[in-house]
């Protein structure tokens, strides 16, 4: 395992404030077992968890040209044929994956192909299952395409997100399981098929990014 370089700053942010406190419960405290010892596990159980929200755990990637892998990590919560108005302006099967701060928050792309559009759209903090958040929460656009199949992946800030990080842009080429984005603090990742696209998995399922299969591409 090893941690996201987005978590670098918030973990030395974090160890400098449990330092702090640890030498401040030791210097006052001290004759206080029972709130010195509280103190001290309920900081370093934050200061663990900050830690543990940004690793990377070590996978061996599912890969496949008619397979379409998960991006994120978490629980299917939508599978519905819906309107997307943003890049396709027509009817698409429409897969959300929801991703609680104990998940791992990587993205990854679920298809080999190049990036054909991208956009970036501030917005609101609603909660990511909301049904609203789609539209008008803090999110990105991410639309890859292959000679197979174009998909579009949409990452949604949560109500405790507050940065949605991306790491690519129209033209570039990815390989499957390439990642392409990373959201802080519980979060949501839709992804849009075809209509009619066999779909692997059902509302409830726990996936894994870059590990699940979540599609397959006749």
């Known amino acids: ?12 942010i974090a160890t400098v404030v449990f330092a702090l406190v640890a030498w401040l419960n030791a210097k006052f405290l001290m004759e206080i077992p029972i709130l010195y010892w509280l103190i001290q596990v309920v900081f370093f159980a934050l200061w663990f968890w900050i830690v543990w929200f940004f690793r990377i755990p070590n996978r061996t990637f599912t890969k496949g040209d008619n397979l379409v892998i998960a991006p994120a990590d978490g629980k299917v919560v939508v599978i519905e044929e819906t309107f997307e ?43 990511a299952w909301h049904p609203k958040s789609s539209t008008e929460n803090e999110r990105t656009t991410v639309v890859v395409g292959n000679q197979k199949t174009t998909l579009l992946m949409r990452q949604i800030a949560g109500a405790l997100a507050r940065r949605i990080c991306w790491y690519v842009k129209e033209g570039d080429k990815l390989k499957q399981n390439d990642e392409f984005g990373f959201i802080r603090f519980g979060s949501r990742v839709d992804i849009y098929f075809p209509v009619g696209t066999k779909i692997d998995v059902k509302i409830g399922d726990t996936v894994q990014g870059g590990m699940t299969v979540l599609a397959r591409m006749s």
């Open 85 to 127: 108005p943003e890049y396709f302006k027509d009817q698409r099967l429409q897969v959300s994956i929801f991703m609680s701060p104990l998940n791992v928050h990587v993205n990854r792309t679920p298809i080999e192909g190049e990036v054909k559009y991208f956009k970036y759209h501030p917005g609101k903090y609603l909660v």
């Open 1 to 12: 395992m090893t941690i996201h370089r987005e978590g670098y700053k918030y973990i030395a």
